[in-house]
């Protein structure tokens, strides 16, 4: 199976500052990457998928990336409501899987 | 607009079966796959498998080869998760999702495994 290596776990920002989520995947996934977000309670939210495709309905503060097996997820200027649980999901070959998350807090 | 409506909370005894249901609406059933996930409290996301709307076919993760079973029924735009003999580590709630890349999903299912 391929694995998702996902850093940080945990990352706290100031609001309006820059933050990068990245996963590294274990062998070449092409661009068939999602990123989601999950806040307490909730079911996951499409953010990003085919590596840098924003979804429908998200904010443009939120970008994607991709630099050979590493991709990034990043937001541009950090607002109150970004705080969440932020996953990566590979959808190149099955099983499909999610990297292990990155806590995103306030400062 | 596209919602998956999934069935309520379950409480079980390790043992007992139960079966899920995530009804769709919004969109043409078969077009797209439906993914299933399982996230145990605290933990983060498991991806289960999908199965292919069109043909019916389950694709299963190397964990959820054993007592989980995908199904449809297609006419009534629903996806089913059926888990056997419930062990205490299916306690978690689980969520169905839409296509490849999991555009929509349900709202989840809590599913508590207790004697």
């Known amino acids: 199976d391929i694995q998702m290596t996902q850093s940080p776990a945990s990352l706290s920002a100031s609001l309006e500052e820059i933050v990068t989520i990245t996963c590294q995947a274990s062998?070449?996934?092409?661009?068939?990457l999602a990123w989601y977000q999950q806040k307490p309670g909730k079911s996951p939210q499409l953010l990003i998928y085919?590596?840098?495709s924003l979804a429908d309905g998200v904010p443009s503060r939120f970008s994607g990336s991709r630099s050979g097996t590493q991709y990034s997820l990043k937001i541009s200027r950090l607002q109150v409501e970004d705080i969440g649980i932020y996953y990566c999901l590979q959808a190149y070959s099955a099983p499909n899987t999610f990297g292990a998350g990155t806590k995103l807090e306030l400062k | 607009q596209i919602q998956l409506v999934q069935s309520g909370p379950e409480l079980k005894k390790p043992g007992e079966s139960l079966k899920i249901s995530c009804k769709a609406s919004g969109y043409t059933f078969t077009d797209y796959a439906m993914q299933w996930v399982k996230q145990a409290p605290g933990k983060g996301l498991q991806y289960m498998g999908w199965i292919n709307t069109q043909t019916g076919k389950p694709t299963y993760a190397d964990d959820f080869k054993e007592r989980f079973v995908f199904s449809l029924e297609t006419s009534a735009s629903t996806a089913y998760l059926q888990i056997n003999n419930l062990k205490n580590e299916d306690t978690a709630t689980y969520f169905c999702?839409?296509?490849?890349?999991?555009?929509?999903w349900g709202q989840g299912v809590m599913v508590t495994v207790s004697s």
């Open positions: 062998q070449d996934i092409g661009n068939w």
């Open positions: 999702a839409r296509g490849y890349y999991g555009s929509h």
């Open positions: 085919g590596a840098t």
